[in-house]
């Protein structure tokens, strides 16, 4: 199974950009990488996902090296509203009648500081 | 639409007791998921169904036993609540027909505590 390990806790101040690390050791080949955001009292919802080398959209990068056993969440220029628990997804894609793995990080809590 | 909708918000029982966590989403997905959320401990998936029908064991089953109704509907069954089942569930649907690399839509969670 594809466990992740992610930081517990991370710091920052407003505007600075911030570089959240995921470790994958054992990812499969048709495991994809998918990055969550919680807030307190809610359900998490989608940021990013990716297969390889970076993805970007209009929040956040992803960038995952060739082997492809880690990943790196990037939130260029965080702001107070940032603050929130971040969280790394191996899931693989099932064939047939295989539903496939899942597996959820553990979680890295941001705080921003003003 | 109100996407993936959960009920009780809230919930205290007693050790034996039993009770089903509600979810519903109407987005018209295919896949449905149930997960506890502890401190520390991240998410853990209980239960997942990829159709009406179809369930299958996540990593933490024991204890839970689960009903995908209709394409809608998923609920999680408690049958004999224990201490250790006190955290905080979650519901989750995507669109996926099979495994698990499509956007999961969060219901906004039953916090549950057993006495």
């Known amino acids: ?38 807030f307190p009292s809610q359900g998490p919802r989608f940021i990013i996902q990716g297969y390889k080398t970076k993805v970007t959209n209009e929040v956040a990068s992803l960038f ?31 064939r047939g009648s ?6 959820f990080g553990r979680g890295t809590q941001l705080t921003v500081w003003p | 639409n109100a996407g993936v909708t959960q009920t009780p918000k ?9 009770m089903t966590l509600q979810c519903a989403q109407d987005m018209n997905h295919n896949s449905m998921y149930w997960y506890r959320q502890d401190p520390g401990m991240g998410l853990r998936l209980i239960y ?8 299958d064991k996540g990593e933490v089953p024991n204890g839970y036993n689960v009903s995908r109704l209709n394409k809608r509907e998923f609920s999680l069954r ?9 955290s905080v569930y979650f519901c989750a649907s995507s669109a996926s ?17 057993v006495l």
Request: proline residues 4%; contains cysteine.
């Open chain 2, 97 to 113: 027909t099979s495994g698990h690399t499509d956007t999961q839509y969060f219901g906004p969670g039953t916090r549950l505590t």
């Open chain 2, 78 to 86: 408690l049958e004999s609540a224990a201490p250790s089942q006190t």
């Open chain 1, 98 to 103: 295989t539903l496939g793995r899942l597996y």
């Open chain 2, 10 to 18: 809230f919930q205290v029982l007693k050790t034996g007791q039993s």
């Open chain 2, 48 to 55: 997942y169904s990829a159709s009406e029908g179809t369930t």
């Open chain 1, 64 to 94: 995952i090296p060739a082997d492809r056993k880690s990943s790196t969440l990037s939130l260029p220029r965080v702001s107070l509203s940032d603050t929130a628990v971040y969280y790394c997804l191996v899931g693989s894609r099932g």
């Open chain 1, 1 to 38: 199974l594809a466990k992740t390990t992610q930081p517990i806790s991370m710091d920052s101040y407003e505007g600075q950009e911030v570089n959240i690390t995921c470790s994958h050791n054992n990812i499969a080949t048709n495991d994809y990488i998918t990055w969550y955001q919680q």
